[in-house]
């Protein structure tokens, strides 16, 4: 911001302080400052905009990709977020239209009997663990392993060796 517009937003706070000790209300002015704010500040959004923010978000986009996309900083996207609700709602309409593409696909290839497909549902959705019993095992101590080389391959060969007599 230019220093003359420094100087303007300073009257435009004076003039909100003063506002609200007469009338102990501020929406009103505070709208009216907000307006010239982004008047100075000269965004704009656009249905163009919008649209594209709702492709990059299904595509995978964060909102930190998506600002860096349009050359801005993280922090100035949230702010035209929270002044602008559109932008949040394509952002959320875009993951929302991608979600519903993949899960129409996954369950196209559920439907057609892939495993694979089912394992991954049955996973992430219901709780299921590849893990076995033996996997599950919780020891009581640590076993201390003191392996006695630096050398890869015989540190390698020790520590086989130590867990196949854990086995027995």
Do not use: C
């Not at 919008?50 to 978000?57: D, G, H, P, V």
């Not at 609700?85 to 369950?107: Q, Y």
């Amino acid at each position: 911001m230019s220093t003359e517009s420094l100087k303007e937003l300073k009257v435009l706070r004076a003039m909100y302080a003063e506002w609200e000790l007469k009338h102990g209300g501020e929406d009103v002015l505070k709208e009216k400052i907000e307006e010239k704010i982004e008047d100075k500040r000269g965004f704009q959004y656009t249905e163009e905009m919008l649209k594209e923010i709702s492709i990059l978000s299904g595509k995978g986009f964060t909102k930190y990709q998506i600002a860096d996309y349009y050359g801005i900083k993280p922090n100035t996207l949230s702010m035209h977020i929270r002044r602008f609700p559109e932008i949040d709602r394509a952002f959320r309409k875009g993951k929302s239209k991608a979600l519903a593409l993949v899960s129409t696909h996954l369950f196209q290839q559920i439907k057609d009997g892939s495993t694979v497909a089912t394992i991954f549902y049955l996973k992430t959705q219901a709780g299921w663990s590849s893990k076995t019993e033996e996997d599950m095992i919780e020891y009581d101590e640590k076993p201390d392993i003191k392996l006695g080389t630096i050398d890869p391959i015989d540190a390698s060969k020790a520590y086989q060796e130590i867990m196949l007599r854990g086995k027995d």
